[in-house]
């Protein structure tokens, strides 16, 4: 399994999320979400696993005009407005294959099996 980790640099959870694996010594694929932007398919597998496409956006997130609009629109447009403006999601990503985490989640994390976990 690949842990991957959706974040920014700036970001204290992303931060705090980082510094749990490399403690356990498990590689991790950091993505800068300012530089490049999660895929359809990576944000469609994400919000498989954590519940639906609501549970992926951030309510406290510094474009809160965004944030208001996407709570009014249909599902299918909300999921298209989120991959449009990447800002409004909630940070850390964490991705082990078809699981995923959104936010700091270190107890979830400790129920994953990978390679390299020691």
């Known amino acids: 399994m690949n842990i991957?980790?959706?974040g920014t640099k700036k970001s204290f959870d992303?931060?705090?999320?980082q510094r749990y694996f490399k403690e356990r010594r498990v590689k991790f694929q950091f993505i800068d979400l300012k530089e490049k932007g999660m895929s359809k398919g990576e944000l469609e597998s994400v919000a498989r696993a954590v519940g639906g496409i609501?549970?992926?956006i951030d309510p406290k997130a510094k474009d809160a005009d965004t944030v208001a609009l996407v709570q009014y629109l249909a599902a299918d447009q909300k999921f298209e407005?989120?991959?449009?403006?990447?800002q409004i999601l909630r940070e850390p990503i964490v991705r082990n294959g078809r699981q995923a985490t959104v936010g700091y989640e270190p107890d979830v994390w400790k129920g994953w099996e990978y390679s390299g976990w020691e």
């Open 54 to 56: 609501d549970a992926v």
């Open 81 to 86: 407005k989120v991959l449009d403006n990447q």
């Open 4 to 6: 991957q980790i959706f």
């Open 14 to 17: 992303t931060k705090k999320a």
